[in-house]
C-alpha cells in the first residue's frame, strides 16, 4: 500500500506573488510576515505588501528569523503575531524563515510546552500560511515540517503535522537573481538530497518517485552551471521547481540516513545544512548501490549517471574542499544518527558501523 | 503563471480499503455508499462495509445510479443521505457512481434550485467524501467535478468547485479483475484522452505535464493489452494508477474541444463517454500538430509514436467499426460544442469549421 497527499496549492512564475493577490485575500484581516534580516531583500517583501495593500490586507512583520531557528526565535515570532492580531501568516525567505513561520503559525493558535513540542499532539488550529521561497533547496514550502533546533537533543528535531501544511506556495526565481554562490551551490544539494533520499526512503511510491526523478534530472542538468555560478533567470526558475517538486517527495518520503547523519554535522560544526548532506549523500548512494541496485539505478538513470562514482564526483566538483572531523567526532555522530528516526525510514537500514563507514568515506579526519 | 492544485490523499495497491480504514474512520458516524446496480460485484462493496464496521460505523447503500446520472437521480441520492443521517459519503464505481456521489454530497447539504445547480455558487459545506473507482477511466476519484446529463442543455454539465474534491481515493486493481472488454477499452481511452487534452490546454503545466506524459506512456504501452484483453492484476493497477493521473491533470486543466463534441456523441446516440472521446481524439491530435507541434510532439513521444498518424492507428485498432452520423447531426454537434467553454481552454482555438472538419475525420457518414 502506498500513499500521495499535497494539499498545498502551488503557483509558479515571475511575477507570481502579485498575480496571485485574489489567493491571498481570503486568509485573513491581518498577515504576519515571517522572514530573515536579508531574505526579503530581492524584492518579495515589496511584491508582498503591494499585494496585501491591493486587497486591504493589515500587516506586521517579524524578520528576526537567524539560519537554523531555535524554539525561542519561533515563540518570539508567535507572540508577535499574538501581539498583531495576526491571522495568517506569510513567510519570505529559505528553509529557516518558512520552517520558523510554521511553528509560528501553530504556536500564535495552541500553547505547548517546550517539552512537548515535537511530541506530535498538535490541534488542527493553526493560522493559514502563504510560503514565498527564496532560494531552491528546501521545499519547506510544499511539506508539513517545521525543523527546528533543539538544544535538548543537541541536534535538529522536527515538528510535523499535516496540520502545518502551508495554503499557497509562490515559486517566484526572480527572487534568487542575486542569491550568493555558496547558497545557491548549498540549497541546490539539499534539494536533491531530498529527491535522492525519497527514492531510497522505504515510503517512496510511484508518484513520488516521478516527482523525484523529474527533480534529479533538472539539478543535474543544471550541475555544471551552478559550479560556474552561471545561472540565467529560467534556470533559476527551474530550481525553483526542482526543489518545489523534492520538496513534493519528502512530505511523502521523509528523509533518510543523510539527514540523520548530517543535522550533527550543522549542529556541532555549523556546516550549512544542504552542504551537510551533499558531503554524505555520495557515499549513501554508494552503500544503497550495493543492495537496492533498482532504485539506485533509477535515481543514476534520471541524473544521466554512469555509475555511483560518476555521481558523487558531480557533488565532489560542487562541494570543493571537504570539512575535517575527528575519529571520535565520526563515531560519536554514527551512534546519535542510529537512533534519529530517518534511520527505520530507510529502505535499506544501515547499521551503526556502517554509517560510521559512510561518515569516515565522506569527510577528511582530523 | 501557473497553478498545482492536488488536494486528495491517494492511497494505492491490492486490499487498499480494509488497510486504509483508519483514514476512513475520522469522517464521520454513518456513511451513505453511493453505488451503481453493478459496480459493487467486484469485493469493493465487502471491503467497505468491513472497513466501516471495523470502524463502528454505520452505513446506508444508495444503488441506484444509472450510466450518465441525472439531476433527478442525485436529489433522490440527497434524499437518501439525509433519511440516513449520513455525515459521509462513499463512492463506489466508475464515473457515473463516483460524479453522482459527488451532486449527492453537495446536495445533502445545500439546497440549490435545478436551474442553479451549474451556476457555481457553492458554499463550502459539503460532506467528505471517499472514491473508490472499480474502472480506470474518469479520474472522478481526484477531480473537482461532477459530470451530469442536464437534459435542458441537451448535453452534459458540470458542477466544478473545490469543494467537491473527495478527501481520500482509494485504488485497487483488484475490482477490475473481471471488467468487460468494452469497458476496459473505453475507460483507457477515456483516461488516454485527459491526459493528452491536458496537455493541449491552455492550463496545462510543468507539474500537469508531467503527470499527462506518465499517464500516456503507461496506458500506451498497455494498448496491445487492452486490444487482446490480455491485462494481468499488475496491468490492471498500472491502468488504475495512469487514469487517476490523467484525473490529477483535467482537475488542473480541464479538458477541451474533444469533450466538448464528445458530449453530444454520448448525449444524442448513447455513445459511451470514454468512446465519445477516444473517436474524436486522433483527429484532434493530428489538428493540434498543424499549431502546437511542440506540445504534439510531447505527447507523440510520451506514448512511443512517430507521428499523430501512428497515435489515431492504436486509437482505430481499439475503437473498430466507427459510428455513422448525417452531415446535419455533425452541422449541429459542431455548433453546439464551438459554444462549450472547454472550446476556450483549447491552447489553440478551433472555429466552428474546424470541428465540422474533425467530426467529419472522426466518423462515419450516414
Redesign the interface.
Known sequence: ???????V?????A??VR??ATLIAPLGKCALIVTGRSSKKNGSLDDVVAALEGNGQRYAVFDEVLPNPTIACVRAGAARAKEAGADFVIAIGGGSPMDAAKAIALLARQDIADADLFAGRYSPDVLPMVHIPTTAGTGSEVTQYSILTDDVAESKTSIATPYIFPRLALLDGGYMASLGHNTTVNTAIDALSHAVEGMLSVKA???SD??AK?SISIICSLAKKIAADRLAPVDRQKLL?ASM?AGMVIANTGTTAVHAMGYSLTYYHEIDHGRANGLLLGAFVAFCAQHLPERTDAILQAGSFESPAAFSQMLADLLGQREALTDAEMKKYAAKAIAAKNIANCAYQPTEAELYQMLKISLEEK
Chains 1, 2 share one sequence.
Not at 1 to 7: A, K, L
Not at 9 to 13: A, D, F, K, L
Open positions: 500500500m502506498q500513499q500521495f497527499y499535497m494539499p496549492r502551488v503557483v509558479e512564475g511575477g507570481c498575480a496571485a511510491g510511484e508518484v516521478l516527482l523529474e521547481y517538486l
